[in-house]
């Protein structure tokens, strides 16, 4: 079977032909990211198309509510039609997106938990074989953007690479941040945020907001900061790390993850790794 190579899009740059794969870890990485692209779609007056275990399932970014853009197929619906299984649901995805189609919309969002369709006999094979169907379909479009989502908690290692091989594009969620210098972007296995670029002065409040929201929903727990994708940092933004870490002693750590090499030394010869509440982390 030939592996498709697939690339990292932020959701936020999904575009028409777009065949993604989301594989969260978490309930709360699951409602972020497809929170984000629900909420888009239907900002944008896309339709959106939701896949869910019935008609009233609340669907993330939508506070409960189902607004008019919004259609949700109920997996209950297919079970009661007699027919069940990954090709069953897909078929259902498929007739509301022929009537988007025929309604006139411009742009067609859809979305899918299909996890559960691993634990079906025989459904490894069946939802890969819909999964190739689906991305020989929606490749050429130039209306349909599409993310799969996978429970990352319970696949199994060959499930997860077979599955991936059959995805164009890896979603993954937006920045929380991003200029021409720095980007920051929450991750949540481990909880917390990755920093990308160059931390100088001038987005010392950008980190200091950004580390303030994390630790509002954060209590009693680690929080990561992967500091790999750093090219540099400034001691101002060190200071910010001890300040959080020192607010939040007894309520988790403050853990630098993935430094290099001489920030590492740096933070040993200052004295910064023995202060309350922040611990050095994983090497680089």
């Known amino acids: 079977m030939e592996t498709l190579v697939s690339v990292r899009r932020p959701v936020r740059e999904l575009r028409p032909g777009d065949h993604s794969l989301l594989v969260y870890n978490c309930d709360e990485e699951q409602r972020h990211v497809i929170g984000a692209f629900v909420g888009d779609g239907l900002a944008a007056g896309d339709k959106v198309i939701c896949l869910a275990d019935t008609a009233n399932t609340p669907i993330p970014g939508l506070l409960g509510l189902h607004p008019e853009g919004l259609t949700v197929v109920s997996l209950q619906d297919v079970r009661r039609a007699g027919r ?29 938990d299909m996890t559960w369709a691993l634990r079906l006999p025989g459904g490894l094979p069946e939802l890969l074989e819909n999964e190739r169907h689906i991305e020989a379909t929606i490749s050429p479009s130039t209306c349909v953007i599409a993310v ?112 290099s090499p001489q920030l590492r030394t740096v933070m040993e010869t200052v004295g910064w790794h023995m202060l309350p509440g922040l611990c050095l982390g994983e090497s680089d």
């Open 84 to 112: 069940f299984g990954p090709r069953a649901a897909m078929e259902a995805l498929a007739r509301e997106i022929k009537r988007a189609e025929e309604t006139g919309f411009r742009d067609i969002r859809v979305t899918a």
């Open 148 to 259: 799969c989502q996978l429970d990352g908690r319970r696949m199994r290692p060959g499930d997860l690479e077979a599955l991936r091989g059959a995805h164009s594009v890896q979603a993954v969620p937006n920045p929380a941040f991003e200029d021409s210098v720095l980007r920051i972007v929450r991750t949540f296995k481990p909880t917390g945020l990755a920093l990308i670029g160059e931390l100088d002065a001038s987005r010392h409040s950008v980190l200091d907001e950004e580390l303030a929201q994390l630790t509002r929903s954060v209590n009693g727990n680690e929080i990561h900061l992967d500091l790999s994708g750093l090219g540099f940092i400034d001691l101002g933004a060190l200071n910010i790390f001890a300040d959080v870490a020192k607010r939040r002693a007894g309520h988790g750590p403050l853990v630098l993850d993935r430094m």
